[in-house]
């Protein structure tokens, strides 16, 4: 995997669930030669719910690690208010905080709308977006530092994409992420983004970060990655490390 070895890569989106450690996550790199970063889900309806068990899953971590060398640990946020719900002292325990755009609203019962549930019906695309892309950019208005699967759109609409994220709607979403030093997180096995952006997003001056988002502990083809490294012509100057947050 040529594209890949060239650069010092970090996957930031692995998952502690379906049998993943943070000891296999540790193991993995020695395997594969792609460091890890490993992160828990934090919101109402999600695994960290408060500063009690954030801290507890912060702990965990820490001494997962000892020992060995300590690998970046962070959450992925799934409500929009998290950042006044979690104290400051823990937030400086974080080392990143990722977020994507996939719970949008309410269903019908008034839980948090899941986009990736295939029930989902959408009667009319064109106003959906107009609300989709504001909730984008007030997620990238949150204190946060890896957009993941930038663009998503749910399965009953995704034919649409090129009608639904116009050229201006992806330069709104890659500028605001461009001024914030807020990486577009490159999935294995995502569709999204699509070229078009990924190709704007390099020529703005974004930042990238690579993520597996597992769902157990097998490794996940990343030739995803590899493609978007060539593609693109991705330098190490060009991915986002923690601990170099703007703002
Ligand atoms: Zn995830």
């Known amino acids: 995997m040529p594209g890949v070895k060239k650069l010092a890569i970090t996957d930031y989106h692995i998952h502690l669930r379906g049998g993943m450690t943070v000891e296999k996550a540790i193991a993995r790199e020695k395997a594969t030669g792609i460091r890890s970063a490993v992160l828990e889900n934090w919101g109402r309806e999600w695994p960290l719910a408060d500063d009690d068990s954030l801290a507890a899953f912060l702990d965990a971590c820490d001494r997962a690690c000892a020992g060995r060398r300590r690998i ?8 929009r208010d998290w950042f006044s719900r979690i104290s400051p002292a823990l937030r400086t325990r974080l080392d990143f905080v990722l977020a994507d755009t996939m719970i949008m609203g309410t269903d019908t019962t008034g839980k948090p709308q899941r986009l990736w549930l295939p029930e989902l019906v959408i009667d009319d695309p064109g106003s959906w977006m107009e609300r989709y892309f504001s909730h984008t950019l007030q997620v990238l208005g949150e204190p946060i530092d890896i957009l993941a699967n930038p663009t998503y759109l749910p399965r009953c609409i995704e034919e649409h994409y090129d009608a639904l994220w116009t050229e201006p ?11 914030k030093g807020v990486a577009l997180e ?10 078009a952006f990924l ?17 157990d502990d097998k490794p996940k083809d990343i030739s995803r990655w590899r493609e978007a490294i060539d593609a693109l012509g991705l330098r190490q100057d060009d ?3 923690h601990g170099i947050r703007l703002v």
């Open 186 to 195: 490159i999935q294995a096995g995502s569709a999204f983004p699509r070229p």
């Open 239 to 241: 991915l986002w490390r």
């Open 169 to 179: 709607r992806m330069r709104r979403v890659i500028a605001a992420a461009v001024a």
């Open 199 to 215: 190709s704007l997003a390099k020529s703005m001056g974004a930042t990238f970060s690579f993520g597996t988002n597992n769902f």
């Open 72 to 79: 970046p640990v962070g959450i992925q946020v799934n409500d």
